[in-house]
């Protein structure tokens, strides 16, 4: 499968962006998703993840209550919607693939190409 990330962009602090990830080659309902981010100088951290068949959500603790990963089946996509956005936000934000949700980078085997987000203060 491959995926396509969008929608990143400049926001101020408090604000909110809708970050996309379109799958083709394959329907993304088959997989498990994950959102990932790489800060400057940061090794790449797990965000959020939804699972294949229930759609259970997982959260980094550092994201729990402002961003919300959802999937729209009929588009073959995965949204991570962010809320009240922080300058510790600003990253590369790499949406991935797997047969089972987890937070751990090794268990993803298609990644999109990331798309940056920056959170001026």
């Known amino acids: 499968v491959q995926l396509q990330a969008s929608g990143g962009g400049l926001v101020q602090a408090g604000g909110s962006l809708r970050l996309s990830c379109a799958a083709s080659?394959?329907?993304?309902?088959?997989?498990?998703a994950g959102w990932f981010r790489q800060a400057p100088g940061k090794e790449r951290e797990f965000v959020a993840s939804i699972s294949r068949n229930t759609g259970t959500t997982y959260y980094a603790d550092s994201v729990k209550g402002r961003f919300t990963i959802s999937r729209d089946s009929a588009k073959n996509t995965v949204y991570l919607q962010m809320n009240s956005l922080k300058s510790e936000d600003t990253a590369v934000y790499y949406c991935a693939a797997a047969a089972v949700a987890t937070i751990r980078l090794q268990g993803y085997d298609y990644w999109g190409q990331g798309t940056l987000v920056t959170v001026s203060s």
């Open positions: 080659g394959r329907t993304f309902n088959n997989y498990a």
